[in-house]
């Protein structure tokens, strides 16, 4: 059983920066030996999409819409995951959510793979 909390979310204004954290609790005490953590949202109205995604390999993908603006990255240890988030621009604008898949390397960063999710954290980029 993995439970996952996102931190971060607020406002800021078209062109600046934010920064996400997920933190992931794990019941067995360590992360799985393999496993892929990425970063999904959901805009108001739309479905839910994958933004950028770590894993053990290691590996990062990113979204062709965010890809050169956003960076994924672990944290001091491997139950963190960040997400450096520049060049905001109002289509960013959503709830974002941490996903965790045990046994398993990110692959098209799609809902439906993942198994754990957080409850999401908000962004809202005004032009």
């Known amino acids: 059983q993995v439970q996952l909390v996102e931190s971060g979310g607020g406002s800021a204004q078209a062109g600046g920066s934010l920064r996400l954290s997920c933190v992931a609790s794990?019941?067995?005490?360590?992360?799985?030996?393999?496993?892929?953590m990425a970063w999904f949202r959901q805009a108001p109205g739309k479905e839910r999409e994958g933004v950028a995604g770590?894993?053990?390999?290691?590996?990062?993908r990113y979204s062709d819409s965010v890809r050169g603006r956003f960076t994924v990255s672990q944290g001091y240890t491997d139950t963190i995951l960040h997400l450096q988030m520049n060049d905001l621009n109002a289509d960013d604008t959503g709830t974002y959510y941490c996903a965790l898949r045990p046994d398993y390397y990110c692959n098209e960063l799609r809902p439906a793979d993942m198994n754990y999710w957080g409850e999401g954290t908000l962004v809202t980029i005004s032009s």
């Open positions: 794990v019941a067995s005490g360590r992360m799985p030996t393999r496993y892929c």
């Open positions: 770590f894993d053990t390999l290691p590996s990062k």
